[in-house]
């Protein structure tokens, strides 16, 4: 398992038989400079298993979804398309890098030959100080992110004027929050992206979607959620 200094005074509670924590950047760093250099060990198809993402549970209950390279590649060149990323873009990835809500976009971004920028945590405060110093231009988040930093009491002495494109997706906003949002990040299109993750590319969006406000649709809680489930 590979940890981060962030993260590192979580070893102790992690802590099991067989189990190797490395610790980035330096340990890690280390184990790949002393490893003899090989090649794949097979040919990799376009329909062979990527990645496993969890998602959110936005249309059914959460669950873990197996992606193929195909899937990856699809859902990099659709997105693209849709959010319109290019190479002058400067993306932070502030939520969790196990779901797709942190993740979703960047194959997309490194294909245009954008800029990546990571927070090690959500910290409010933080991001909103990364925002105006790295002139990020597009994040993605969950509700309950937006939420904190649109409410924070730093939002008066910051610039948020850079971004243009936030993403929301994981659960459903509120009206008043989206209100809330478009008034703080004026500069920013908000956009909704569902249903990416259960069928395995970007499916759907609205936009922009502070200027439809008062016309949310909450999701279907009787099921209906796609996506083949890892067991």
Not at 30 to 46: M, N, T, Y
Not at 92 to 102: I, V
Request: proline share 6%.
């Amino acid at each position: 398992m590979i940890v981060d200094e962030a993260f590192e005074g979580v070893i102790d509670a992690l802590a099991a038989p067989r189990r190797t924590f490395l610790k980035a950047p330096d340990a890690y760093e280390r184990l790949l400079a002393a490893a003899e250099d090989a090649g794949p060990h097979k040919r990799v198809g376009e329909d062979d298993l990527a990645t496993i993402f969890y998602s959110g549970g936005t249309s059914d209950v959460p669950k873990g979804v197996m992606l193929t390279h195909r899937n990856l590649v699809a859902n990099a060149f659709n997105t693209t398309i849709a959010f319109g990323y290019c190479g002058e873009d400067v993306f932070l990835y502030a939520a969790p890098m196990f779901h797709l809500a942190g993740v979703g976009f960047i194959h997309a971004l490194t294909w245009q030959g954008a800029r990546h920028v990571f927070a090690p945590k959500f910290d409010p405060a933080a991001v909103l100080a990364c925002i105006e110093r790295e002139c990020v231009t597009c994040m993605t988040s969950v509700p309950t992110m937006i939420g904190g930093l649109v409410n924070h009491s730093a939002v008066p002495r910051v610039d948020l004027s850079s971004l243009r494109l936030v993403v929301y997706a994981g659960a459903p906003i509120s009206p008043t929050l989206l209100r809330d949002a478009a008034a703080v990040l004026a500069h920013a299109s908000l956009r909704a992206d569902g249903g990416k993750l259960v069928c395995r590319r970007a499916f759907t969006g609205r936009r922009p979607a502070r200027r439809h406000a008062t016309g949310i649709r909450r999701p279907r809680r009787d099921g209906g959620g796609s996506g083949r489930a890892a067991h």
